[in-house]
Structure formats: C-alpha cells, structure tokens
C-alpha cells in the first residue's frame, strides 16, 4: 500500500519570518478559489504534473532518514489533494533516494514537469532544510528556500513548502482543495514523529519493520488518540498481517478493519482509510463492500495509484476483466515505475488468456527492476497456464527461494508426468500449513488438481475455505481449476464464497 497517507514539514520559516507565517501564507494564496486550472509560468506552458524528490540526508544516519523521508511524503501527500495535478507517488521517487540527482532523466522516467529536491541536516533539535522547484522543461529554478527549525516546528514547515509550491506553480484551488491543503491532521509533534516512523518502518515492508511500525503508530495515537492518519497505519500493518507477521487472516483483518473504521470515524475524507477497508473487506470476501470502499476512495483521491491497484485485484477476482485492467493501467500511468503494478498488468492479460501480452509487461517491469522479487514465479505461471511445463520449471528454478515458486514448481511437475517430484513439494506445502502458512492450502490444491486428484483438491479447497486463503478466488479464473468446475462441490464452494458461477 505503499506511499500511504501524510508526513506534514519542517520548519517555520526563516528566523526573519513568524512561525505562523507559513499557515497564513498557505490560506491567502488559495483561498477562495474555485474551479481548478493552471497559469503558465514565466511564458512557458502550464505545469500539470510534479515530482517530490527524497530529501537527501545530510547525516547519513537511520535516525536522521525517517525526518527526510518523511517531509518528502508529507508534501506528496498534500498535494494529492489537487484533483488537477499529478504527482509522483512516494513508491516512484524513492526509487531515485540516495542515487544522483540527475533531473532530467528522472522527469523523462517519470514523465513530469516540475521537480522538487531538498536537502535536510539535524543537529540536536535543530534543523536547516533547502528546497529547490525546477522547472525541469526549462531547467528554470522556479524557487529555492532554506529553513531553519527547531525539530519541535517539523509540523508547520510542510505546509509552508506546499504553500510555496501552489504559489509558484500558479495553482488556483477550489474551496475544498484548500480546506484539504490547509487541514492539520495532528497538532503534536510527537505524534507527529511517531508517526513519520511507523511509515518509514511500514515502507520496508519486513515483518521486523512492520512490528516496528506497530509500536510507532500506537505511539502516535497514545500521543494524540484523534490522528487519524496514524490509525490508518495500525489498518495497513495488521492488513498484511498474514503475510509479514505470521498471524491468520482471521486473526489479523478483523484489527485492520477496526482502524479504518476508526480512523474513518475520525476523518471520513482519508481517501488512503478507504482504500484500506476495501482491501480489509476483499480478504473477508465482503465483494460489495470492498467495491464501494475502493469507489469511494478514488473518489475522494483520484491520484492514489495504490487504491486503483487493488480495486483492480478485486474487479479481477469478479471476473470483470475489461474494468480490472483498465483500473490497473490507470494506476500505471500515476505510478509509471512500480513494478508491482506492471506484474498486474501482465497478470490481467494472463487473467484473459492473452499470454504474449503478459509476458511483455512482465520484461517492462524486468526492465525498470531487474531483481523484482517474484517476477520468475509470474513468468513460470504463465507457462503454467499455457501447460508449457519444461519452460516453467526451468524459469521456476532460477528463483526457489521466492515462496510463491514452490507451487509453481509442483505444478509443472504434475503437467511434466514428474509425480513423485509432484508429491515432494506437496509434502512441503503441508509442513508449511501446519507451520501456520495458510495460503499452502489453496497452493496444496493446485497441485492436486493438476495431478488429477479430485478428492484431494477438493479436501485442501475445503481447508483453504476454513482459514479464508484469499488464493481460492483463483478458481474461477484461468484453466487450472477447468477439471472440477463441473462438479457440485466446486459450485457449493463458490457460493460459500459469496461468488457467483
């Protein structure tokens, strides 16, 4: 879910200037506006589409990159709230953190007008920010500023940098864009610190920096219980619960569900809390509420590429295949560079039987990551499907580590006529799902109907229902399932699911 809600700012403005200054400056300039359209800028054209670069940490300490990280976000996340203005999602720009800033090519990849980079130095509770806006079409600075800021102040800083940005950019804000540019989502400073860390931690995306990110937004929230943004937090680490933490799915998704609940009560217009309670109600197999969830969500944020991404998972698993690639490939164009979009793109066209297509979008997301981790697994599955098992276990082989191979692997085995190798990584999958793994049940499942065993697959389909393993939608997308989909059972299943036939 990766770029997720807020990270305000730093400083107050320059020592000549009052703390408050920013907070003014930031309602003067887009107060009372309405309609959204854009000026041209020192006679070039408008500028519809930015870039927040991850400020450089001029400490080069771990302590130090939650602070640089974090501003960078908080400005993007702000100013997703122009509905007019694209920009560059957190998942995109840190690709290019701690690598040389060469403007240019970062506006042609991400296909951006304007470029912001800062630089951040702490030292003690102090803090000197410099900021640079480059018209990247010109190579014109359009503005620069340095701050100087207690790291107490870190909450007023990121307004005034949006404020600046909005000026120069000439942007004038309906009432409600400006209501959302100016809100404070927090006014404590330690909340809002425990905050920036528990999405520095979440973003890693490790089980170790998921409890970490636990403990911070719960810090954030004993701080200040009305932080909404810090209750989406807790949402989005007990959402992936099953897969970083090692707990159930009935265990981890009902606490999800409560903090976006919760963070919703407190502010109903968090594009992001929605999102998350779309997921939340796909892994509970809530279909219609997950869809009004993620509608609602792009309806508040349009610009949020991940609510658009796993709207499409949701359509996909509806079997609504025209509307779940048209979702994804409209997240594609607001996060041109994340590969797991691309993969998901590649996995909609394998969804539709369009396999060259599929393998073409996974080598564009090869290009842009060459170690995606995963990205063998996508490609053997495509073959899986095509029943091309020797090119399967051959792309499946370069990437036995990643745990979505082994099933991969057991099911080219099975095609192959190789039923005792078939049988080994059964047995592996079940060691697996007694280790607590519950998503080897549906994979269990998959190998066993590829070896042609109804009663088994139909055994492990009914224990894969048991512990909700989100892997049972795949029935009724793609040829695996084909053999039994003529049998009561399979339809009984579906409409346990709550899914049609």
Same mark, same amino acid.
């Given at each position: 879910m990766g770029g997720l809600p807020e990270r305000?700012? %730093?400083?107050?403005?320059? /020592?000549?200037?009052? =703390?408050?200054?920013?907070?003014?400056?930031?309602?003067?300039l887009v107060g009372g506006f309405f309609g959204y359209r854009y000026f041209s800028i020192g006679g070039s054209s408008a500028i519809n589409s930015i870039a927040v670069m991850p400020f450089e940490n001029r400490n080069s300490d771990a302590d130090t990159d939650y602070l640089s990280d974090g501003l960078a976000e908080s400005v993007i996340f702000r100013l997703t709230q122009i509905p007019d203005l694209r920009v560059s999602p957190t998942s995109s720009v840190m690709r290019y953190k701690g690598a040389s800033t060469d403007i240019a090519k970062i506006a042609s990849e991400l296909g951006v007008d304007a470029v912001m980079t800062g630089r951040l130095t702490k030292r003690g509770d102090n803090l000197n920010i410099t900021v640079e806006l480059v018209d990247v079409r010109t190579n014109k600075s359009?503005?620069?500023?340095? !701050?100087?800021?207690? =790291?107490?102040?870190?909450?007023?800083?990121?307004?005034e940098i949006v404020a600046e940005i909005v000026n120069k950019l000439q942007l004038k804000l309906s009432g409600e864009s400006e209501q959302k540019l100016?809100?404070?989502?927090?006014?404590?400073?330690?909340?809002?610190?425990?905050?920036?860390?528990?999405?520095?931690?979440?973003n890693k995306r490790t089980g170790e920096n998921i409890k970490k990110a636990i403990e911070q937004f719960n810090l954030a929230v004993e701080k200040d219980p009305n932080y909404a943004l810090a209750y989406v937090g807790l949402a989005d680490c007990y959402a992936l619960g099953n897969e970083h933490l090692q707990m159930s799915v009935k265990e981890s998704v009902p606490q999800a569900?409560? !903090?976006?609940?919760?963070? %919703?009560? =407190?502010?109903?217009?968090?594009?992001?809390?929605? /999102?998350t309670l779309g997921m939340v109600n796909h892994l509970l197999w809530n279909w219609a509420e997950s869809e009004k969830a993620y509608k609602r969500s792009i309806e508040l944020n349009p610009n949020y590429a991940t609510s658009r991404h796993w709207y499409s998972r949701l359509l996909s698993d509806l079997r609504r295949q025209d509307e779940a690639l048209a979702e994804i490939k409209r997240a594609n164009e607001l996060d041109p560079l994340s590969p797991v979009?691309? *993969?998901?793109?590649?996995?909609?066209?394998?969804?539709?039987?369009?396999?060259?297509?599929a393998f073409d979008y996974c080598n564009k997301a090869l290009e842009i990551d060459p170690t995606f981790a995963g990205m063998h697994y996508n490609i053997a599955s495509i073959y899986v499907d095509q029943k091309r098992s020797a090119e399967a276990l051959a792309e499946a082989e370069k990437d036995r580590e990643y745990p979505g191979t082994l099933v991969i692997l057991g099911m080219a085995y099975a095609q192959n006529g190789k039923r005792n190798e078939a049988l080994a990584v059964i047995k592996q999958l079940e060691e697996r799902f007694a280790k607590g793994d519950e998503s080897a049940s549906s994979s269990i499942a998959n190998v066993y109907v590829e070896l042609g065993e109804k009663e088994k697959t139909f055994e492990w389909?009914?224990?894969?229902?048991? *512990?909700?393993? %989100?892997? =049972?939608?795949?029935l009724r997308i793609g040829p695996t399932f084909a053999p039994i989909r003529d049998d009561p059972r399979y339809k009984d299943l579906l409409k346990r699911m709550n899914l049609p036939e």
């Open positions: 305000q700012s %730093l400083s107050p403005h320059r /020592a000549a200037k009052p =703390l408050a200054a920013g907070v003014v400056a930031l309602l003067v359009l503005w620069g500023e340095q !701050y100087e800021r207690k =790291l107490s102040e870190l909450l007023t800083t990121q307004r100016a809100k404070k989502y927090t006014v404590n400073p330690e909340a809002y610190q425990a905050y920036l860390k528990g999405r520095y931690y979440w569900k409560a !903090y976006a609940t919760k963070a %919703l009560e =407190l502010d109903g217009s968090l594009g992001e809390a929605y /999102a979009i691309i *993969v998901n793109i590649a996995q909609c066209y394998q969804e539709m039987g369009e396999y060259q297509s389909l009914e224990k894969a229902f048991q *512990v909700r393993d %989100l892997g =049972l939608t795949w």
